[in-house]
Structures are given as structure tokens and as C-alpha cells.
């Protein structure tokens, strides 16, 4: 039993090593995949002007974002399609729409929550970045376009620096 559990010590110290300091001091996991970006896509560059034309007025802004989205219609009870979108269900429908699918921590939502990181100086208070960025109530329907074009131009200069393929 004892080697067993010194067994489990020396797995763990790996683990537990392989933590990094921030600049701000926080503890963060190298392998977060929070902390991953993904190849750019021509995929993901559809996804955000989608989204741009979901959120193409302010009365299509829904300010109170629960991260629950209606953007499929169903026949079994579930609410309507959605008339009003947060920045949240705008980016998750776009996807949807485009790909087909959605990934929670894909290229354009993770681009999305690097643009608010640099942008938003309360960042911090949020506990989830979009949907806290879109419900702060100092926040404005320019602020939520801000977030789109940041992110439009993110994803093209992901993808003017990728190497192109030799043919």
C-alpha cells in the first residue's frame, strides 16, 4: 500500500509542476484549453460576417444573455426560433449555420473571448466572458459591433499568416 501511494506522489508531481505563474499571479494550466488557439479557417471568417448579419441592428441585441440559445425551431415545446440574439447565441448560431455544429471552445469563440480579454477592463468580474460582456450595463450595441469587427479582423489575420500550401 505504501509504494502505492508514493506511486501516486510521483505521477502527481509532474502535474502539479507543470502549473505556470501568470504576470498577475494567477495559477493557470499550461494544458487549459482555454489557452489554445486554433488554425484560422475560411470556415471561421463565414461564422463572424454570419454573425455580424445576425446582430446587424440594435433591436436584434437580446442585452440579457443566459447562454441558454433558441435558434433551432422544434415541434416538441421548445421555444421558437429567437428574435433577439446576445453575442453569445449570435457567434452559436453563426456556427451552427456554417458548419453545421457547434464547438464551445472553437476558433471563433475563443477569438471572441481573446478580443474581450483586451478590450473589456472589468474582464475580471465576469464569470463567463461573453455572456458577461454582453450583460454589463455600462455595455452598448457599438460595443457589441466593436467585439465583431475586432474579431473579423483577428480571424483574416489568422488566416493572412498561415503558410500557404505549395502546389
Known amino acids: 500500500m505504501t509504494r502505492a501511494v508514493a506511486l501516486v506522489f510521483v505521477l502527481l508531481i509532474p502535474l502539479v509542476a507543470a502549473r505556470a505563474q501568470t504576470p498577475q499571479g494567477e495559477i493557470i494550466s499550461l494544458d487549459d484549453e482555454y489557452n489554445v488557439t486554433l488554425p484560422a479557417s475560411p470556415e471561421d471568417l463565414r461564422i463572424v460576417q454570419r454573425a455580424e448579419q445576425i446582430l446587424n441592428r440594435p433591436e436584434k441585441w437580446d442585452r440579457s444573455d443566459t447562454r441558454v440559445c433558441h435558434v433551432k ?6 421555444p421558437t426560433l429567437a428574435q433577439t440574439f446576445s453575442l453569445y447565441c449570435a457567434l452559436k448560431r ?3 449555420e456554417v458548419t453545421r455544429r457547434f464547438e464551445h471552445r472553437g476558433r471563433v469563440m475563443q477569438e471572441a473571448r481573446f478580443v474581450i480579454d483586451e478590450i473589456a477592463v472589468n474582464r475580471k468580474d465576469f464569470e463567463h466572458r461573453l ?12 460595443d457589441i459591433q466593436k467585439v465583431l469587427l475586432l474579431l473579423e479582423d483577428r480571424i483574416r489575420k489568422g488566416l493572412a499568416e498561415q503558410p500557404r500550401p505549395i502546389r
Do not use: M
Open 131 to 142: 455572456q458577461g460582456y454582453n450583460n454589463s450595463p455600462e455595455r452598448t450595441f457599438d
Open 73 to 78: 425551431a422544434c415541434n416538441l415545446g421548445c
Open 94 to 96: 453563426a456556427t451552427e
